[in-house]
């Protein structure tokens, strides 16, 4: 009997997390109860992206779009959606519901996307090879093994321009031919899953609901350079990823896509999975290497480049979950394909994690030139409870922002370099009228020399200098001369640290300055931080003429800093309180007066 | 599952490529709505639905989206069947059982003809909606 309706779950970390696991057990189980099980299937897929709204469901054909689903809507969904063939409307995405439309086509968050990376996550089950075979999986494999020499995958990679998509943006095929040209037996392909950056979980939603791309990949790159072991380089606290991971692995090999002899090709390749235990440094292609040769976890200088002697001295091709992802189908629809999306320089597409002030956060993919208005507006849906956009921080800890003066330019390698900001992995997070820019760079500076390895002195010494400078500013004890000294110690840490990590450690400090330095001056000359984020720089007081003595600040204050008789105006103790601001948000009457 | 030669991986492709095709709704612009409500599946209306999904898949026909839906309202001919395709008006088919659910593939869907006698109506414009 022909299936009819499909019944997507997602399965991705965060709406795991929400309890989709037990939503889709719930969903099985009504099917079976009501007969169905002949007509509709159940499928746990990898992540759509629209994590904001989790859990999803999506039913098929109809393509109804269902958000925050509870364990408890199953059977409702079933008896309705799936019997009497009527979409549940409660449970629609708001903004497909109020124009009557329930199609994910008419979500504005899907409309602006473009997705080859994604393309199978949110529609096969990770777990099943078959599935992803069925997506035209391993056809890029066979077409390469069989139709294709070296030279001509290079060459296709070429056409494409694909860059690496960990950040630095080296194109691809130059990595590959450098390490192809080495006249050496051992070589070595390694996957950096090693996903750090805060707020970044592209590679994450990748590996857990499309694995099997990038073991495809791999395969693709040891057949070009000549390897036959692979290493997929992963952190420990990515459960699910790794978990998706080992089935696809031990499928593959089973199937004989991996191992000796590939589908009768001649060509042996095997990949292992090493995990990491979630240094940030440890992303840094060198100190990952180390790594697995089971060192401690610090980079080297390069020259020599991985690409000729790299993992226990072989020539390495070392490349991002990201930019693997997007190889089959470059090698499926060739690389002019590919070459034509994007920008000059910039070709294809680019993930992002939305996340921050934005309504609708989650994983997006769209062609590169796309602007960011584009991005935070149409397709984040804008800023939450309507405040206004200051701005937007790409690259994490070694990025920097951007403000609403550039929201329209295109988004590529080089505009975002140009505006003292870079790509990145992919992390984008927006940040509104309340958040503070000297706490923002505090935050990210304080991130970096936490992980800094320390092996060299202007990482170590040059981080912990401005972090203490930037610390001294949020205090308002800064002088008119840290600005000068943190650009003078940001210039030096980026031209001799040994590795990106401190190269761009300073870019969030350099950056903030550059865009808003009259935040800095307040802070330092008036004292005064206009977020309220800076404590330090904050005193509570309330104003006796609008306080009504409800008694609710006292109420909340959790170290008891108010008193006041009931119906008579209340009083801060400045020397008890601890700055949490709970009275000031919980005030009905606008009585308390931060400053 | 032991491993695969090339042809093996072949066979599985095409066997599954009609499976998970039918999840990815970009790029299908055609609609064929089956009207599942008490009165048109006591008509038989479960026929109708299995024969269409049936027919499209022995033809490779995969940009055509087969959906259910509640009682259109014309209890009267049931089976009734709507059909959406871009450059042909959006038809109500009448009385439509295996056969007829047969012909449409055929004539409308494949070769851009009405089936004439089965043609109930237009859908009203709150429906189209």
Known sequence: MAIKNYILVCGGTGCESSKSGEIFENLRKEVTAQGLDQDVQVVKTGCFGFCEQGPIVKILPEDAFY??????????????????????????????????????????????????????????????????????????????????????????????????????????????????????????????????????????????????????????????????????????????????????????????????????????????????????????????MASIEGERGMPRPRPPFPAVKGLWGQPTVINNVETYANIPIIMLKGGDWYGSIGTATSKGTKVFALTGKINNSGLIEVPMGTTLREIIFDIGGGIRNNKKFKAAQTGGPSGGVITSDYLDTPIDYESLGKLGSIMGSGGLIVMD?????????????????????????????????????????AKGQGE???????????????????????????????????????????????????????????????????????????????????????????????????????????????????? | MAKMTLEDLRKLREEKKKEVEKRDVSGKSIEIIVGMGTCGIAAGAKLTLEAFIDELDKRNISNVIVKQTGCMGFCANEPTVEVHKPGMPDIVYGRVDDKIARKIVDRHIVQDRLVNEHVFDKPSTDIVK
């Open chain 1, 433 to 473: 009228e309340d958040d503070c820019m000297v706490d923002i760079a505090k935050f990210y500076l304080g991130f970096t020399v936490d992980e800094s390895c320390g092996k060299c002195a202007p990482c170590r010494i040059g981080g912990k200098q401005m972090l203490d400078l930037i610390e001294k500013i």
């Open chain 1, 67 to 288: 958000v925050q689903v509870k364990p408890s809507d199953t059977q409702w969904i079933v008896a309705e959606h799936i019997i009497k063939g009527r979409p549940v409307t409660e449970l629609l995405y708001d903004a497909a519901k109020d124009k009557g439309r329930v199609r994910i086509k008419d979500v504005q968050f899907y409309q602006k996307q473009y997705r080859i990376v994604l393309r199978n996550c949110g529609i096969i089950d990770p777990r099943k090879i078959e599935e992803y075979i069925g997506r035209d999986g391993y056809s890029a494999l066979e077409k390469v093994l069989f139709t294709m020499k070296p030279d001509d995958v290079i060459e296709e990679l070429k056409k494409s321009g694909l860059r690496g998509r960990g950040g630095a943006g080296f194109p691809t095929w130059q990595k590959w031919s450098f390490s192809k040209v080495v006249d050496d037996p051992v070589k070595y392909v390694i996957c950096n899953a090693d996903e750090g950056d805060p707020g970044a979980y592209m590679d994450r939603s990748v590996l857990e609901g499309d694995p099997h791309s990038v073991l495809e990949a791999m395969t693709i790159a040891g057949y070009t350079v000549g390897a036959h072991q692979g290493f997929i380089y992963i952190r420990a606290e990515y459960p699910l990823a790794i978990s998706n991971l080992e089935k696809a692995i031990s499928d593959s090999r089973e199937m004989g896509l991996l191992g000796k002899d590939i589908l009768g090709s001649g060509f042996d390749f095997d990949i292992e999975i090493r995990l990491g235990a979630g240094a940030f440094v440890c992303g840094e292609e060198t100190a990952l």
């Open chain 1, 480 to 595: 008119n001369e840290d600005i000068d000294k943190l650009q003078r110690i940001g210039h030096a840490m980026k031209r001799a640290s040994l590795c990106g990590l401190g190269q761009s450690a300073p870019n969030p400090v350099v950056s903030t300055l550059k865009y808003f330095a009259d935040e800095y001056k307040e802070h330092i000359d008036q004292k005064k931080c206009r977020a309220g984020k800076c404590k330090d720089l904050l005193s509570f007081s309330i104003i006796p003429e609008k306080c009504v003595g409800c008694t609710l600040c006292a109420r909340v204050c959790p170290v008891n800093a108010i008193t006041g008789e009931k119906r008579l105006p209340h009083l801060i103790n400045s020397e008890i309180c601890i700055k949490c601001g709970e009275c000031y948000t919980s005030c009905k009457f606008s009585a308390i007066l931060r400053s």
